[in-house]
Each structure stands twice: as structure tokens, then as C-alpha cells.
């Protein structure tokens, strides 16, 4: 582990994790796929749709969990597939009875099934009732600046706005309005949706966000592997980029190595 790794963790609830990237379950060929994907990319914490997954609710089903194991990751159940708040906060109780009382959720709840757009009012009922009862939400969301205070307002323990539509591969397509967010936010920022390959994700990073979340990137790729292991190396560059601090954009070119005057001899 570099200094850098210990001195620099993502903390999230209260619990610290040395990757920054998050990443989802779904779309993979196989669970063997799924597995080996998921290793190669690093991560810590691996997002599961309650909905779409068999986590033990299914009894004698392929179960996720047998490629990864909560004692090796951090699970986060989401609430992927639902429309209303009532369904996301059933949908999370029903993860926390399968997971022997697991807290930490992603909460979703969509406005439709062409754009998955988040339907934010029926988010925020959400978000008030799943943290009135005792989970701990991190949240897909809008960019908009305002809404995001209001759910760290809320109690969410992360607010994770869409770069652009959930599977899109269109990249940050909002950069203005994350970094107004970023500006504004004393929880975690991470970029939830959009990301379409490494460079994506390096943006957000340098950016300042605290983390991405993607799955469709990896899964969709023609070697999702090999794709996890690239989101990896992206998520660190753009994070170390960001700690580095990028030098100040200018109208007219700037010797690297500049002569001095005194040297020049003029005719």
C-alpha cells in the first residue's frame, strides 16, 4: 500500500475504503465473468439489484454471493427497477432482512423506463423514510445543486448525481453542475451513471468527485476484464491528478524550457 492509499481513503458511513471506484453486478454473461471483472477492477464496494438478484431470496438459484462474498466486499443492495417509494424502501428492508441486518443501501427510484431518470420527489419520500429507519443511504440523484443539499440535509451519507443516462456511455455530460455540487457538499460526491470508459472516469476524478459508481462500462465491454482493470488505473490517475493539482489553463504557449536572455546573442 503507497502513502498515498493510507493517507487518502474514501469514507463512507464512518468506515474508510482505499478504492474509490464502485461498481454494479449486472449485465456480465456469466457469475464467472461477474467474479473475475469485479477483482480486476479493484473495488471495495460492488452494488447489488435486490430486484434483478438472486441473494439467497431465491433458494436453489445461481446466488450472487457465491462470487462475491460479503466477507471479501461491501455490499450495497440498491433499489434498481423501482418507481415509487414505497417500492425502494420495502425493496431495502427486504435487503437488510437477507443480510442479516445491512444497512448501507443505494437508493434509486426512477421516473420511467426509457431514460431511468431519477424521479426525485418519490427519492426524496424515500430517502426521509429509510433514514428515519436507521439505514444508511447513499443516493442516485439529479445534478441538480439544490436537491443534492437537500438529501445530505436529509441524512444520506453520499449523493451520487448522474453524469448522464444510466447506461448511456455518453461520459460526464454536466461537469458545471457536479462541480457546483462538489462546491456545496460535506458528504461523498460520486459520479453515478453515464461513465463510458476510462477517460470518463479519470474526468470525474479530476474534477474533485469522491468516487464513481459504473457497471454497463465494464459489463458492456468487449473484454470486461480487461475494461475493469483500465477503470482501475483511470479511477487513481484522476485522483492523483486532482491531489496534484492541474496547472492553470492559459490563451498563448509557455516555454518548458526557457532561455535565458542573457545567453541570447543578438546580432
Excluded: W
Excluded at 438478484?53 to 440498491?78: A, C, K
Excluded at 436507521?134 to 453524469?163: H, R, S
Amino acid at each position: 500500500m503507497t502513502e498515498l492509499e493510507q493517507s487518502d481513503a474514501l469514507v463512507i458511513a464512518g468506515r474508510e475504503y482505499q478504492s474509490r471506484l464502485l461498481v454494479g453486478t449486472g449485465k456480465y454473461k456469466d457469475l464467472a465473468e461477474t467474479g473475475a471483472a469485479i477483482a480486476a477492477s479493484g473495488a471495495e464496494i460492488v452494488t447489488v439489484a435486490v430486484r434483478r438478484t438472486n441473494i439467497g431470496q431465491n433458494p436453489g438459484e445461481p446466488n450472487l454471493l457465491d462470487v462475491i462474498s460479503p466477507d471479501v466486499y461491501t455490499l450495497l443492495p440498491n433499489t434498481a427497477g423501482c418507481y415509487t417509494a414505497a417500492d425502494a424502501v420495502r425493496t431495502c428492508r427486504l435487503a437488510r432482512e437477507l443480510l442479516d441486518g445491512h444497512d448501507l443501501v443505494k437508493l434509486e427510484v426512477l421516473g420511467d423506463d426509457k431514460t431511468l431518470y431519477p424521479n426525485i420527489v418519490e427519492t426524496l419520500k424515500a430517502a426521509e423514510t429509510l433514514v428515519a429507519d436507521g439505514f444508511k443511504v447513499m443516493v442516485y440523484t439529479n445534478d441538480d445543486p439544490i436537491v443534492a443539499q437537500t438529501l445530505e440535509a436529509m441524512g444520506c451519507v453520499a449523493v451520487m448525481p448522474l453524469g448522464s443516462l444510466i447506461g448511456s456511455g455518453l461520459g460526464i455530460l454536466n461537469p458545471h453542475n457536479i462541480q457546483i455540487i462538489l462546491e456545496n457538499a460535506q458528504v461523498p460526491i460520486i459520479v453515478d451513471a453515464g461513465v463510458g470508459t476510462a477517460s470518463d472516469a479519470a474526468i470525474a476524478m479530476e474534477m474533485g468527485c469522491a468516487g464513481v459508481l459504473m457497471n454497463t462500462a465494464i459489463a458492456a465491454a468487449q473484454k470486461p476484464v480487461l475494461m475493469a482493470q483500465a477503470m482501475r488505473k483511470a479511477i487513481e490517475a484522476g485522483r492523483e491528478a486532482y491531489l496534484a493539482g492541474r496547472m492553470p489553463r492559459k490563451r498563448y504557449a509557455s516555454a518548458s524550457s526557457p532561455l535565458d536572455s542573457s545567453l541570447i546573442t543578438r546580432a
